[in-house]
């Protein structure tokens, strides 16, 4: 023990030291001449752990390279260390993680069994900030593509709402065919609109015969065509139809409205983007409804009823001037005619201005 005494402070001193850079200084002051001290005097034996591990470990498993810890800024530094205690050789891996400093301890210099937990990779942070795991991808996962577009395709217009009736002007009536009778006539001459729209329209022309009759005059000839060759070689956005007045003696309401609803189809066939508009009859004055002829008012108004159910509100509508130009007692009024039958030439306004307040106008959403 006299050694032992001798040496005191300098047992004191390497006592003191180990505890420093073993709590302290973690002994990163001699990692580096530890690290070839080791290499030097194990390295035949540190390369036969290795292998031996790495069989151990088996296919797939990382082997922990000695030496390889994290610091503080992610990047990889060799300061792995070993000691000799038991003469086994127990190596220390240290992993910083900004908020203190965890040791990882592996037996016999090597990594820990196959089962060993793994630890998730960090990413620095902001310095003192405590580092963050990396959020996990799954490798090869596609991103989620964007929804691809066709540059020049033009968008959906959408669908027709509900037809609304608006008030225009008379450029409204220029791709508009007047289809009629005499009272259609009247419109031609004194309307105001016979240098804008067209007009197939003959006194006496009936719904019997409205495909028959040859009453379209043709530009630069002398022979007239029928409106169903008319209409087939022209189009027309609007169909203006006032016709009946000349039926009244002929067949019966049901028959009427049958042949009328058959001109309505063909002229959809003939035009089928155009916008029909059925006109009521226009009645006759009272005094000449009471004659007691087959032209009255009763029948009118019958015919009328009958037509109104002609119309669907999408490309077939129905319109009805009466309620302007009859009194109260459900005839024309007398000054608005001279014949009991016939528009005056300057109320035919009344009638056209009915038309510009009831233009159909479809719009779409």
Request: aromatic share 8%; glycine share 10%.
């Amino acid at each position: 023990m006299k050694w032992l005494k001798n040496c005191y402070y300098l047992i004191l001193l390497v006592t003191v030291g180990i505890v420093y850079l073993s709590t302290v200084d973690r002994w990163k002051v001699y990692a580096q001449v530890i690290e070839q001290v080791k290499e030097f005097c194990l390295g035949d034996v540190e390369q036969e752990n290795q292998k031996k591990n790495a069989d151990d470990s088996g296919p797939g498993q990382d082997v922990v390279e000695p030496g390889d810890i994290a610091d503080g800024s992610g990047n990889l530094a060799s300061a792995a260390f070993g000691t000799a205690d038991d003469g086994q050789g127990q190596n220390m891996a240290d992993a910083e993680n900004g908020q203190g400093q965890d040791v990882a301890n592996t037996g016999a210099g090597t990594a820990e069994g196959a089962g060993a937990e793994e630890q998730p990779i960090t990413r620095p942070t902001e310095p003192g900030a405590p580092l963050e795991p990396a959020v996990p991808t799954e490798p090869g996962a596609p991103l989620e593509p964007a929804v691809p577009t066709e540059p020049g395709v033009p968008p959906d217009p959408g669908t027709p709402t509900e037809p609304v009736f608006v008030t225009v002007e008379d450029e409204y009536f220029a791709d508009a065919v007047f289809i009629g009778d005499s009272r259609t006539v009247g419109m031609c001459e004194y309307g105001g609109l016979e240098e804008i729209s067209t007009f197939y329209a003959s006194t006496g022309l009936t719904v019997y015969k409205i495909f028959d009759a040859a009453i379209v005059e043709v530009p630069g000839q002398k022979k007239k065509i029928t409106i169903e060759e008319a209409l087939e070689e022209n189009s027309f956005a609007k169909i203006y139809l006032m016709i009946g007045i000349n039926e009244m003696g002929v067949g019966t309401v049901e028959t009427f409205t049958e042949k009328y609803r058959e001109v309505v189809e063909h002229l959809q066939e003939l035009q089928p983007d155009a916008i029909i508009y059925i006109q009521g009859i226009i009645k006759v004055t009272t005094e000449r409804s009471d004659q007691g002829d087959y032209i009255n008012n009763e029948g009118i108004e019958a015919r009328n009823l009958e037509l109104e159910k002609l119309a669907d509100n999408r490309s077939i509508f129905y319109l009805d001037v009466n309620p302007l130009i009859c009194d109260e007692t459900g005839g024309l009024v007398d000054s608005y005619t001279f014949d009991g039958v016939h528009l005056k030439a300057k109320y035919i306004q009344i009638w056209k201005d009915y038309l510009k307040e009831n233009a159909v106008q479809i719009n779409f959403s």
